[in-house]
């Protein structure tokens, strides 16, 4: 994977992937621990974990284009009635 697009992990900062949010426990050149919430802890590769953040990027961003495009337009004020005056008592 090239550098450009590879996720930076620092460790004991928090990530999240499917399982859900994880703690990077340690790197050591091309493979890290990570640690979920309920202890479970894996080692993984740092490539594996940057093609989900990345991935989950576009997901996130692709999403948000969807939801701007299904907002309707802005619609326009409509202007006051206009009324019949008061008939005159004189």
Same mark, same amino acid.
């Given at each position: @994977?090239?550098?450009?697009?590879?996720?930076?992990?620092?460790?004991? +900062? $928090?990530?999240?992937?499917?399982?859900?949010?994880?703690?990077?426990? !340690?790197?050591? /050149?091309?493979? @890290?621990?990570?640690?979920? %919430?309920?202890? +479970? +802890?894996?080692? =993984? !590769?740092? +490539?594996?974990? !940057?093609?989900?953040?990345?991935?989950?990027?576009?997901? $996130? =961003?692709?999403?948000?284009?969807?939801? *701007?495009? %299904?907002?309707?337009?802005?619609? $326009? *004020? /409509?202007?006051?009635?206009?009324?019949?005056?008061?008939? !005159? =008592?004189?």
């Amino acid at each position: @994977m090239n550098s450009s697009t590879e996720c930076e992990f620092i460790v004991d +900062e $928090k990530y999240e992937n499917e399982k859900g949010i994880f703690r990077v426990m !340690s790197i050591e /050149k091309d493979e @890290m621990v990570i640690r979920w %919430a309920n202890g +479970e +802890e894996v080692q =993984t !590769s740092i +490539e594996f974990q !940057s093609r989900i953040q990345n991935r989950r990027q576009w997901e $996130k =961003t692709l999403q948000e284009g969807k939801s *701007a495009a %299904a907002k309707p337009a802005p619609r $326009k *004020a /409509k202007p006051p009635k206009r009324t019949k005056p008061a008939p !005159s =008592t004189e």
